[in-house]
């Protein structure tokens, strides 16, 4: 009888010691033995990998490459008809203009770390590559400002589709991101050109111009105030509000993106802020108020509303 006793004995210490490993395995991974046998997860012991914080925003980038149309050119602020890239918002060098490279970098920054691949006429189609050659610089920051002329076609019924449209801005985002990871993007609006009509429609000179075929879609037909004439404006304004829709959801999918939260399509230009050769591109003034809106929105603390 005793012999069995402590063959048992033998037998069941064995046994604990043989579990004890499992025991172990099982403490360390946050679990523990129901009475029923089964292992639950016990909540202290998971540690499920967070988030990713945000990467913090830099108020005081050390480079800017521009993107865009012929606003970022600098089109018919110096004369008509004419690129003049020196007094561009976001790349030029002009005193008076006092662009958002100067402002961040200072005139000789803005001089050797400053690029500008917008091209007047540009549609959101050539943006993916404007962002590929903006890319190669490996910049700090990206300004874009894009899609006016997906709206000012020459008839209403030729803008661009809201989904192609968004399409092509997110290649954009893409290319960027293939070669520039970590570039800051800023994104501007796109201008409330219904408004610009109306500012601009009492000066015969800009008329004039717009004659010539400057966003017909606004813009022909100027003095026409019939309902249809109206419409047709209308449905330019509503593609623009799209359009800038479109720019705010896909930067807000960026972490290192900010959209202006409509501040240029808000800003009301003056007859002093257009040009004096077409009264719908921003003249020199202009250009100066879309450099400080962008100037304010990047050093911000918090992005725009």
């Given at each position: 009888?005793?012999?069995?006793?402590?063959?048992?004995?033998?037998?069941?210490?064995?046994?604990?010691?043989?579990?004890?490993?499992?025991?172990?395995?099982?403490?360390?991974?946050?679990?523990?033995?129901?009475?029923?046998?089964?292992?639950?997860?016990?909540?202290?012991?998971?540690?499920?990998?967070?988030?990713?914080?945000?990467?913090?925003?830099?108020?005081?980038?050390?480079?800017?490459?521009?993107?865009?149309?012929?606003?970022?050119?600098?089109?018919?602020?110096?004369?008509?008809?004419?690129?003049?890239?020196?007094?561009?918002?976001?790349?030029?060098?002009?005193?008076?203009?006092?662009?958002?490279?100067?402002?961040?970098?200072?005139?000789?920054?803005?001089?050797?770390?400053?690029?500008?691949?917008?091209?007047?006429?540009?549609?959101?189609?050539?943006?993916?590559?404007?962002?590929?050659?903006?890319?190669?610089?490996?910049?700090?920051?990206?300004?874009?400002?894009?899609?006016?002329?997906?709206?000012?076609?020459?008839?209403?019924?030729?803008?661009?589709?809201?989904?192609?449209?968004?399409?092509?801005?997110?290649?954009?985002?893409?290319?960027?991101?293939?070669?520039?990871?970590?570039?800051?993007?800023?994104?501007?609006?796109?201008?409330?050109?219904?408004?610009?009509?109306?500012?601009?429609?009492?000066?015969?000179?800009?008329?004039?111009?717009?004659?010539?075929?400057?966003?017909?879609?606004?813009?022909?037909?100027?003095?026409?105030?019939?309902?249809?004439?109206?419409?047709?404006?209308?449905?330019?304004?509503?593609?623009?509000?799209?359009?800038?829709?479109?720019?705010?959801?896909?930067?807000?999918?960026?972490?290192?993106?900010r959209y202006d939260g409509g501040a240029v399509f808000d800003y009301r230009f003056t007859?002093?802020?257009?040009?004096?050769?077409?009264?719908?591109?921003?003249?020199?003034?202009?250009?100066?108020?879309?450099?400080?809106?962008?100037?304010?929105?990047?050093?911000?603390?918090?992005?725009?509303?």
């Amino acid at each position: 009888m005793q012999k069995r006793s402590v063959s048992h004995r033998s037998r069941t210490g064995a046994a604990v010691l043989a579990a004890l490993p499992v025991i172990a395995a099982a403490a360390l991974a946050g679990c523990d033995t129901g009475s029923d046998g089964t292992t639950r997860s016990s909540a202290a012991g998971q540690h499920r990998p967070s988030a990713a914080p945000s990467p913090a925003w830099n108020r005081s980038p050390g480079s800017v490459a521009a993107v865009g149309d012929s606003i970022t050119r600098g089109f018919d602020a110096c004369s008509v008809l004419a690129d003049c890239p020196e007094v561009s918002w976001a790349t030029g060098t002009d005193s008076e203009v006092r662009s958002l490279a100067v402002r961040l970098l200072g005139s000789s920054g803005a001089a050797s770390h400053s690029w500008n691949h917008a091209e007047t006429g540009a549609r959101i189609a050539q943006l993916p590559e404007q962002m590929a050659l903006a890319a190669e610089r490996k910049p700090d920051l990206v300004t874009v400002m894009i899609g006016a002329n997906d709206a000012c076609r020459d008839s209403a019924r030729l803008m661009t589709p809201v989904a192609d449209f968004r399409a092509s801005f997110e290649a954009s985002m893409r290319q960027l991101r293939s070669k520039a990871p970590k570039a800051q993007v800023y994104v501007s609006s796109v201008p409330d050109l219904k408004r610009l009509w109306s500012t601009g429609r009492d000066n015969p000179l800009g008329k004039q111009i717009w004659k010539l075929g400057i966003c017909k879609s606004m813009l022909g037909h100027a003095d026409d105030m019939s309902a249809g004439a109206e419409a047709r404006r209308v449905s330019v304004q509503e593609r623009v509000v799209a359009y800038n829709e479109v720019l705010r959801n896909v930067c807000a999918k960026d972490p290192r993106c900010r959209y202006d939260g409509g501040a240029v399509f808000d800003y009301r230009f003056t007859g002093r802020q257009l040009s004096q050769w077409d009264w719908f591109h921003p003249g020199l003034s202009g250009q100066a108020r879309l450099a400080e809106i962008a100037y304010r929105n990047i050093t911000a603390r918090k992005p725009p509303a």
